[in-house]
């Protein structure tokens, strides 16, 4: 806990403040809390406040299970991820984990998340709350970018709740492709003070 990664000069990227991999990363019966990565100016960008998953390889697979990601910040005037990044990777999966209380100054406060090898994404019995925003999605963000090669996002058992944005994004999740929900709910998330729970682009099943 209390780690940080710093941005200073132009053209740097502050990436995974509290754990950063290349290869792969497997989270088990772990907690992140308190770290920070900060982009000091507009010149430098900030990513995964708590764990970054910036993947070198093809195989470079994401797994947390049985922990916790809370309280970590991506900070500066580009800035995602305030809890987990771990996007264009080959696979994901979080189980029976929570990410609560983070911060990213553009968006995806709790996490940004997503596969480049048509591999699926896997959420289960997880939480995701209290995670804030100033100007994105303040919880978690999957898969929206449209040149990737994406897999299904299945949300099973999981709760995303309580997410706050200051700007005009949908702050519960915002997903992207095939999405399948099953005993999951998603409320309670605001931006700018109205309800705006979930964006799906593409088609959903539960």
Known sequence: SGCSAIAKQAGEKAVGGGVFAKTGLSLSSSVVSG??????????????????LKSTVDDAPFAAKYSEVRGNSASGATSVSGGIDANFISSVLVRNTTIAGNFARSRAGAAYLGTNTGNDVDIENSTISGNTSTNGEAGLVVNTTSTALQGNIRLRSS?????????????????????????????GNLAGGSPKDLR???????
């Open 200 to 206: 799906i682009m593409g088609v959903a099943s539960g």
């Open 159 to 187: 709760t995303i709740t309580n997410n706050s944005s200051g700007g005009a994004a949908y702050s519960g999740a915002f997903l992207g492709g095939q999405v399948e929900m099953q005993s999951t709910i998603v409320s």
């Open 35 to 52: 770290c920070s990565a900060t982009a000091s100016d507009g010149a430098t960008q900030a990513y995964g406040g708590g764990v970054a």
